[in-house]
């Protein structure tokens, strides 16, 4: 079904965000609500340990001032289906996915009610946000699998459908810690249609009106742009042989710069004066 310009945001952080000392990333997504966050419903399908991530996610938001924050713990298909989470998810003013394993968020929860939720959510005005693995499912391209080394190699990387909550890009994450550029210059090659998001750690994007990407967090945002590449010989290699690809662009944000993905345009971010003093306190 067409639902037209999604009226919410999406935040995809690339993990290992900050849950103790400034909380920057955390305090970000809290704000964007219209009117504030009250209810933060936290989803660790994706995580082996779903009790104590979801703790964890409980005491990082208390300490930014959010006390209503419930855990939706999801192991089974039959989960997704109940009626109960689906009110909580259209209560909610943030649905987060945690880190994990970005399968078991697609396995759990794809084709649920609970999913059909958090989509009306989001077209409806809600935030939607993720880390590491429930920022990677977002993507309706989903990678799932690929080693860094071997990338840049045909059939290395692995790509099956996500989420589909933004489906002109697909995300990576832990990606500068992890060295994954290969192997999203890989997916890229194999879908020139398509915008690579390679997100460093403590480090995100806001998606706003489904298109306009602004970074956030202390680190880098890798964007990899394959609509002008000049030639590629991905299709007519054998599975393992290597990947040539001529013309890939590749820019990198920071926090405050843009881009557009249905343009594939930057926004410069606001310049920094080095060494400027805070303003005058009036006496």
Known sequence: MTRGVPK??????????????DLKVLRTIAGLPEGGTKIVEVIPTASEIP??????????FSRIG???????????????RD????????????????????????????????????REHYYNGGVVAGTSAGAAAMS???IFEGDAEKSMKKGNVQMVPGLGLIRTAT??????????????????????????????????????DGDRVEAIGTGVVVVVDGHDIHYTNISSIELGDPIAVEHIIVHTLVEGAK?????????????????ALPPATPT
């Open 140 to 142: 309706g391209t989903m």
């Open 259 to 275: 881009y557009e993905l249905s343009t594939q345009r930057y926004h410069h971010p606001p310049p920094r004066v080095v060494g």
């Open 51 to 60: 009790n104590e991530v979801g703790q964890a996610y409980i005491n990082a």
């Open 171 to 208: 995300i990576d994450t832990h990606f500068i810690q992890r060295g994954r550029i290969s192997r999203l210059l890989e997916v890229i090659a194999s879908n020139p249609g398509l915008i690579g998001l390679g997100l460093g750690e403590d480090t995100g994007i806001i998606i706003r």
């Open 83 to 118: 009626p109960a989470l689906v009110q909580r998810i259209q209560a909610a003013d943030v649905v987060f996915f945690t880190g994990g394993d970005q399968l078991r968020i697609t396995s759990l929860i794809g084709g649920s009610p609970v999913l059909d939720a958090i």
């Open 8 to 21: 919410g945001t999406l935040v995809a952080v690339g993990g290992n965000e900050d849950k103790e000392k």
């Open 66 to 80: 959010i006390s209503d924050v419930k855990v939706m713990d999801i192991r089974q298909r039959a989960q997704a």
